[in-house]
């Protein structure tokens, strides 16, 4: 399958945790979360570059954490001290030889 397929979204409190998946297999050179607020640019969230060092919004740092399991070709996103700012539709997203492919998206939706 070369689109990732994302998990783990959903509605939580402010302060509160959510922790998301994605599963892409196949060659990959990068991986990351991306999100998308209404009415607001695609952003990027957290990701990994091809050297595997990380990289993380600013507004991020210190709250979210981006991981892998490379035995179960899965990134997650650890999203701790969630904001009410952080709601967004997130997005996995695979840097591949031959392209790049988005997940269908997660809601992850947080309330004040």
């Known amino acids: 399958q070369v689109q990732p397929v994302e998990s783990g979204g959903g509605l939580v409190q402010a302060g509160g945790s959510l922790r998301l998946s994605c599963v892409a297999s196949?060659?990959?050179?990068?991986m990351g979360w991306y999100r998308q607020a209404p009415g607001k640019q695609r952003e990027l969230v957290a990701r990994?570059?091809?050297?595997?060092?990380?990289i993380y919004l600013e507004s991020v740092k210190g709250r979210f954490t981006i991981s892998r399991d490379n035995a179960k070709n899965t990134v997650y996103l650890q999203m701790n001290s969630l904001k009410p700012e952080d709601t967004a539709v997130y997005y996995c997203?695979?840097?591949?030889?031959?392209?790049?492919?988005w997940g269908q998206g997660t809601q992850v939706t947080v309330s004040s």
């Open positions: 997203y695979v840097l591949r030889p031959f392209g790049d492919y």
């Open positions: 196949g060659s990959i050179l990068s």
């Open positions: 990994f570059t091809s050297g595997g060092t990380t």
